[in-house]
T-cell receptor
Framework: KQEVTQIPAALSVPEGENLVLNCSFTDSAIYNLQWFRQDPGKGLTSLLLIQSSQREQTSGRLNASLDKSSGRSTLYIAASQPGDSATYLCAVIDNNAGNMLTFGGGTRLMVKP | GAGVSQSPSNKVTEKGKDVELRCDPISGHTALYWYRQRLGQGLEFLIYFQGNSAPDKSGLPSDRFSAERTGESVSTLTIQRTQQEDSAVYLC????????????FGPGTRLLVL
């Protein structure tokens, strides 16, 4: 059974810092991996999707990498802003598992002004 | 266009009562998913629909949970005889069935069972 782990569980940084969020998964037979953002009282917003054949994806100040063989992904946030404060969730879709997402526990990020 | 909507946004009920949660997916999305997020825990997959069919119901926590979808559109998740451990945020998502597509999530229904 696929298990997804995110480290750290919580992170507090001053505004302007670059930071890295980590995600690991136990079964490397994944179809793709996604990073989501979750704001209190709101649904999930997809940030980046990396197909299993890809190594990274970039969107603005966000860069996500994927090392499928080692079961790891990182989300890099450059020049963090208070508006980046949210919970960041990593999720994978396994091969032959339909479109079911298996989520990690999330990293709660606080960016202080 | 309109995103995924869910109703009610909040529901408080007494232990033992039945509740119905509704999800309106993005128009044209053939796949629909239900997830649960209990306080302090990660998102837990419950069930998915391909069209109006749910091929695998093994993710539902107990036989008190059921779900249906009609017209390849609206879905309802029903919890019978609610228990306090059912308290959670229930999230719905929809997508095109092609596996590479991103799932679009609704805002969730916050259920509190007293």
């Amino acid at each position: 059974k696929q298990e997804v782990t995110q480290i750290p569980a919580a992170l507090s940084v001053p505004e302007g810092e670059n930071l890295v969020l980590n995600c690991s998964f136990t079964d490397s037979a994944i179809y793709n991996l996604q990073w989501f953002r979750q704001d209190p009282g709101k649904g999930l917003t997809s940030l980046l999707l990396i197909q299993s054949s890809q190594r990274e994806q970039t969107s603005g100040r966000l860069n996500a990498s994927l090392d499928k063989s080692s079961g790891r992904s990182t989300l890099y946030i450059a020049a963090s802003q208070p508006g980046d404060s949210a919970t960041y969730l990593c999720a994978v879709i396994d091969n032959n598992a339909g479109n079911m997402l298996t989520f990690g526990g999330g990293t709660r990020l606080m960016v202080k002004p | 266009g309109a995103g995924v909507s869910q109703s009610p946004s909040n529901k408080v009920t007494e232990k033992g009562k039945d509740v119905e949660l509704r999800c309106d997916p993005i128009s044209g999305h053939t796949a629909l998913y239900w997830y649960r997020q209990r306080l302090g825990q990660g998102l837990e997959f419950l069930i998915y629909f391909q069209g109006n069919s749910a091929p695998d119901k093994s993710g539902l926590p107990s036989d008190r949970f059921s779900a249906e979808r009609t017209g390849e559109s609206v879905s309802t998740l029903t919890i019978q005889r609610t228990q306090q451990e059912d308290s959670a945020v229930y999230l719905c998502a929809s997508s095109f069935w092609e596996e590479a597509e991103t799932q679009y999530f609704g805002p969730g229904t916050r259920l509190l069972v007293l």
